[in-house]
């Protein structure tokens, strides 16, 4: 679990400094997850595609930051869309600093 810790840290930081806002940084790791388990076997195009539906219009994942994502999914335990309704209302994710201690939250 610790792994998945410092992944979800590095995600976030990635999505910050690629100049998401922070409050909306969980909507979009739900959305990303869906998007993910939605599409078997799915690759980066058909993300991208499906965020853009779900009206991620203004941001485009890159390859490293999907990467990243896939990882921090796996060290979740998240395989499948069952698993990502109580993963995303943890309460580390609906705080101002999604887990982190305030010292290493994103800024």
């Avoid at 998401?20 to 869906?34: D, H, V």
């Avoid at 490293?64 to 335990?77: I, P, Q, V, Y």
Wanted: aromatic letters at 14%.
């Amino acid at each position: 679990m610790e792994n998945s810790k410092k992944l979800k840290k590095l995600l976030i930081t990635r999505l910050d400094q690629a100049g998401m806002e922070r409050s909306l940084i969980p909507g979009f790791i739900r959305s990303l997850a869906n998007s993910v388990f939605i599409i078997p076997h799915v690759n980066l195009w058909d993300v991208n595609e499906r965020l853009q539906y779900l009206g991620w219009d203004n941001f485009k994942l890159d390859y490293h930051t999907f990467e990243l994502a896939m990882a921090f999914f796996d060290a979740e335990g998240l395989h499948c869309l069952e698993n990502i309704k109580d993963f995303m209302f943890d309460k580390s994710f609906l705080n101002g600093t999604f887990g982190m201690k305030k010292s290493h939250a994103v800024n």
